[in-house]
């Protein structure tokens, strides 16, 4: 089975048809959850997955599952995949690079008319990047029991247009209970969002565990009023609030490295007028660390000290964290099919703790998961320059692949 490899050329061109559905000028690609875009991209998945002789199922969070029949049909599936949703200014290969090498292997089983003990599926997991709808992975955590259904379809973006809505909409309404069934082991593959690979020369990352990350959104409330006739003394400048808390917000970051990261990605600000006193401020905040104790550690911090501007500042403040995904330990049996297969194929590869959270995290809690990182270009993801080479990502899908198959025939 070693000898074995996928066609490097079908999947860069795969990647490439399907960077084109929501393609930038920039070269990256703008497909948030659940727009008439990513209905498009799930068009093109399914049309393919359907020609490769897969039978397709939609779950109620519009969950995509593409089967490929094993000799034991009964047995749970091997399951690959990741998201073909994106960031509104995204790359063609966070996420999609997971789902499309998945179509890739069972692609390359049929090419080499290999049938597998247990089914092997390629799954497409809606709303992951949490761009559009917060939080992050939500209908991978429905899956998971982290989330119930009414919360998932429930989530709104800014213009109160809720999942299940948008689902309806665009026709990926499944009815497919979520979650409840088992997979003998879940696959990821993904580039790996960071330069440890790039720098150190390496083919592969094995992925051990996945750090854990804390989401928050915070509203300052103060007094709007003119920046001419009101005294500075006398003001509740909003935004000045803000503005400090997202100075503390970096330096938490920083005052708890090695791994630690902390970020304020959305601010508004009301009423945005040039001589208007800002009265109100939304923003969020990311934090970040693969220790569960340090993490907390940044959360009191956090907490403590937004609580302690507010005050001096004379503010009111909303603080609400909405999302805790735990530091995720990935299993050590997928871990080492992973490390196995890379070695067999000659690769140089590392194994990594991922600094990102993915659909992997939350099936990880209902299935024996684990992750293969190639590298990317500068490190750079979640950003329309991201890059990842041919042979690259070729190298991920072999290992992938082999690891896969190995799980779906023991």
Same mark, same amino acid.
């Given at each position: ?15 490439m048809?399907m960077?084109?559905i ?6 990256g ?18 049309r393919?997955?359907?020609?490769a ?9 519009g969950?995509?599952f593409a ?18 949703d ?21 692609r ?7 049938k597998?003990?247990a ?8 709303n ?6 917060p ?18 379809l ?14 309806e909409r ?7 209970d979520?979650g ?12 790996e ?9 390496k ?6 565990d996945?750090?854990g990350?804390?989401?928050y ?28 808390? +997202?100075?503390?917000?970096n ?31 939304f ?8 220790d ?16 302690? +501007? ?9 603080f ?18 992973v ?23 939350y099936?990880s809690r ?10 990317c ?18 190298a991920?899908?072999d ?12």
């Amino acid at each position: 089975m070693k000898d074995i490899r996928i066609n490097k050329q079908r999947l860069w061109d795969t990647l490439m048809e399907m960077g084109e559905i929501g393609g930038t000028e920039k070269g990256g690609c703008c497909r948030l959850a659940l727009t008439d875009l990513d209905r498009q991209g799930r068009d093109l998945f399914v049309r393919w997955c359907e020609e490769a002789g897969c039978t397709i199922t939609i779950d109620k969070m519009g969950n995509i599952f593409a089967r490929r029949a094993g000799e034991d049909d009964s047995l749970p599936p091997v399951v690959m995949g990741s998201h073909l949703d994106t960031q509104p200014t995204g790359g063609k290969f966070d996420g999609v690079y997971g789902v499309l090498a998945g179509l890739e292997v069972i692609r390359t089983l049929n090419d080499n008319n290999i049938k597998t003990r247990a089914p092997i599926e390629a799954s497409v997991w809606t709303n992951e990047e949490g761009s559009r709808f917060p939080p992050a992975m939500v209908s991978s955590g429905v899956f998971a029991g982290e989330f119930d259904l009414e919360y998932g379809l429930s989530r709104a973006d800014l213009d109160g247009k809720t999942m299940g809505e948008e689902l309806e909409r665009i026709g990926y309404a499944g009815d497919l209970d979520v979650g409840g069934r088992p997979f003998k082991a879940f696959f990821e593959a993904h580039i790996e969002q960071g330069p440890i690979l790039e720098d150190e020369g390496k083919k592969i990352g094995v992925v051990t565990d996945a750090q854990g990350q804390r989401w928050y959104e915070l509203t300052l409330t103060g007094q709007e009023s003119h920046a001419g006739p009101t005294p500075m003394p006398i003001r509740r400048d909003a935004l000045v609030g803000a503005a400090r808390i +997202i100075d503390m917000v970096n330096r938490i970051g920083m005052d708890h490295q090695p791994n630690a990261c902390a970020t304020v990605g959305l601010v508004q600000v009301f009423p945005n007028s040039r001589n208007v006193i800002p009265g109100q401020v939304f923003f969020t905040v990311d934090i970040r660390h693969p220790d569960a104790k340090v993490l907390e550690q940044m959360d009191q911090a956090l907490r403590e000290g937004a609580e302690r +501007i507010a005050e001096d500042g004379r503010l009111e403040m909303d603080f609400k964290q909405i999302w805790h995904s735990p530091p995720v330990p990935f299993d050590k049996d997928c871990i080492a099919s992973v490390r196995k297969a890379t070695e067999a194929l000659g690769f140089s590869y590392r194994e990594m703790v991922s600094g990102a959270g993915h659909d992997a995290c939350y099936i990880s809690r209902v299935a024996p998961t684990s992750m293969v990182f190639v590298p990317c270009e500068d490190g750079i993801s979640h950003n329309e320059a991201e890059r990842a080479s041919p042979d690259d990502l070729a190298a991920g899908c072999d290992v992938l692949f082999l690891a896969v198959v190995q799980h779906a025939n023991h």
